[in-house]
């Protein structure tokens, strides 16, 4: 234990007096935090809107008024040509155009049924589906609001009866009733920023001893290897709990996330959690002989468990094959505890199979990192 506590407090003092370092560990997390929960998201604002209004009445101004009003659209053009329309789209200067029929209104009125037209620049599908479903919702709201506004009252039928009102399904959102899409996100993005500190300057920092020379010296020394590569994790542990904590409060004080799950939970699932990121680290050390070698490997590795993770598309939506691929990722799993904890609140007893999961794998790349490091000199 002596020697642990020596070669900890070298191991800090190392760290600290790295200006660099202390910048990756405490500026850029909070600069990624605040731009990311800000940047990262599939919300559309501000979608380009080109009008094609063929019918000139009041119900067809009033229903491209709700869809500007919405804060969704931005009227870029307008006129009756369609095919200028479609130029203007080919040209990219509009995202969605919106074609009005001519007896929009008359149709309405006489119940008969009618359609209006969306078209989508879809060259980026995400945001071309939600597009469409902002319109979609916004011109089913307003027709059938003018539609009950212009017809004239249902008479009652032969016989006594009624006419059938009708059937409109009422919608609910638990957890996030205002579908606030970057409480969504945050929690990934949290993750994100741990598994930087955690998997990328743990490589680097053993990297780093190998090309100063200095990591030859520690091997000729009866430092005990369990020793030294206890020493070169814990502080690194330590400080990305620094980091969760720096993300969160800003989350909080800055973003308002809520938080209705036990944050003791997360701090614990984020301790299983960095036995994986630390045990990757350590494992690119061992392959890596330079800085240069540590960093393109940990992008290489991040991205992928970036884009299987969940964080930005859902995983279900990937082909099976890619699902069973990404149950082996510990950032999908971090995450998808992260998102159940702050946002729906879920306790201990919710997410016990994503801890039993991190745990497993923490313990098993932690083991391999442990097993492939040798204490010689190279």
Same mark, same amino acid.
């Not at 500026?27 to 998201?41: D, H, K, R, S, Y």
């Given at each position: 234990?002596?020697?642990?506590?020596?070669?900890?407090?070298?191991?800090?003092?190392?760290?600290?007096?790295?200006?660099?370092?202390?910048?990756?560990?405490?500026?850029?997390?909070?600069?990624?935090?605040?731009?990311?929960?800000?940047?990262?998201?599939?919300?559309?604002?501000?979608?380009?809107?080109?009008?094609?209004?063929?019918?000139?009445?009041?119900?067809?101004?009033?229903?491209?008024?709700?869809?500007?009003?919405?804060?969704?659209?931005?009227?870029?053009?307008?006129?009756?040509?369609?095919?200028?329309?479609?130029?203007?789209?080919?040209?990219?200067?509009?995202?969605?155009?919106?074609?009005?029929?001519?007896?929009?209104?008359?149709?309405?009125?006489?119940?008969?049924?009618?359609?209006?037209?969306?078209?989508?620049?879809?060259?980026?599908?995400?945001?071309?589906?939600?597009?469409?479903?902002?319109?979609?919702?916004?011109?089913?709201?307003?027709?059938?609001?003018?539609?009950?506004?212009?017809?004239?009252?249902?008479?009652?039928?032969?016989?006594?009866?009624?006419?059938?009102?009708?059937?409109?399904?009422?919608?609910?959102?638990?957890?996030?009733?205002?579908?606030?899409?970057?409480?969504? &996100?945050?929690?990934?993005? +949290? @993750? %994100?920023?741990?598994?930087?500190?955690?998997? /990328? $300057?743990? *490589? =680097?920092? !053993?990297?780093?001893?190998?090309?100063?020379?200095?990591?030859?010296?520690?091997?000729?020394?009866?430092?005990?290897?369990?020793?030294?590569?206890?020493?070169?994790?814990?502080?690194?542990?330590?400080?990305?709990?620094?980091?969760?904590?720096?993300?969160?409060?800003?989350?909080?004080?800055?973003?308002?996330?809520? &938080?209705?799950?036990?944050? +003791? @939970? %997360?701090?614990?699932?984020?301790?299983?959690? /960095? $036995?994986? *990121? =630390?045990? !990757?680290?350590?494992?690119?050390?061992?392959?890596?002989?330079?800085?240069?070698?540590?960093?393109?490997?940990?992008?290489?590795?991040?991205?992928?468990?970036?884009?299987?993770?969940?964080?930005?598309?859902?995983?279900?939506?990937?082909?099976?094959?890619?699902?069973?691929?990404?149950?082996?990722?510990?950032?999908?799993?971090?995450?998808?505890?992260?998102?159940?904890?702050?946002?729906?609140?879920?306790?201990?007893?919710?997410?016990?199979?994503?801890?039993?999961?991190?745990?497993?794998?923490?313990?098993?790349?932690?083991?391999?990192?442990?097993?492939?490091?040798?204490?010689?000199?190279?």
């Amino acid at each position: 234990m002596r020697t642990l506590r020596f070669l900890l407090r070298k191991e800090f003092l190392q760290l600290f007096r790295d200006r660099l370092v202390l910048v990756m560990l405490f500026v850029m997390p909070i600069a990624q935090l605040l731009l990311m929960a800000n940047a990262a998201t599939f919300e559309v604002r501000d979608a380009r809107l080109y009008i094609v209004d063929m019918d000139h009445s009041t119900t067809s101004r009033g229903l491209v008024e709700h869809l500007l009003a919405s804060g969704r659209f931005v009227a870029r053009g307008s006129s009756e040509s369609m095919s200028l329309a479609d130029a203007s789209m080919n040209r990219r200067e509009v995202d969605a155009i919106l074609g009005i029929p001519r007896g929009l209104e008359q149709d309405i009125v006489a119940g008969r049924p009618t359609a209006v037209q969306v078209v989508l620049n879809a060259e980026d599908g995400a945001a071309a589906g939600v597009t469409q479903s902002y319109a979609a919702q916004i011109v089913d709201t307003y027709v059938r609001d003018a539609g009950a506004r212009l017809r004239p009252p249902t008479r009652a039928l032969a016989g006594g009866g009624a006419a059938a009102a009708p059937i409109e399904m009422a919608r609910s959102a638990w957890y996030n009733p205002e579908l606030v899409y970057r409480d969504f &996100m945050i929690p990934g993005v +949290l @993750v %994100v920023l741990v598994t930087i500190v955690g998997t /990328l $300057l743990t *490589a =680097l920092n !053993i990297v780093r001893e190998k090309e100063a020379g200095t990591l030859d010296q520690l091997n000729v020394t009866p430092i005990g290897k369990a020793t030294f590569i206890a020493a070169k994790l814990i502080p690194l542990w330590l400080l990305s709990f620094v980091v969760l904590s720096m993300g969160l409060g800003i989350a909080r004080i800055v973003f308002d996330l809520p &938080m209705r799950g036990s944050i +003791l @939970v %997360v701090f614990f699932a984020a301790a299983l959690y /960095l $036995l994986g *990121a =630390l045990g !990757i680290g350590l494992w690119i050390s061992t392959m890596a002989e330079t800085q240069q070698q540590a960093l393109f490997v940990s992008y290489s590795i991040m991205l992928v468990y970036l884009l299987m993770s969940g964080l930005f598309t859902p995983v279900r939506s990937m082909p099976i094959w890619a699902q069973w691929i990404a149950q082996v990722s510990p950032v999908m799993h971090f995450t998808a505890l992260m998102r159940a904890v702050l946002i729906k609140g879920a306790v201990v007893a919710d997410v016990q199979r994503e801890l039993i999961l991190l745990a497993t794998i923490g313990a098993c790349v932690l083991a391999l990192g442990v097993w492939r490091y040798r204490k010689r000199a190279n």
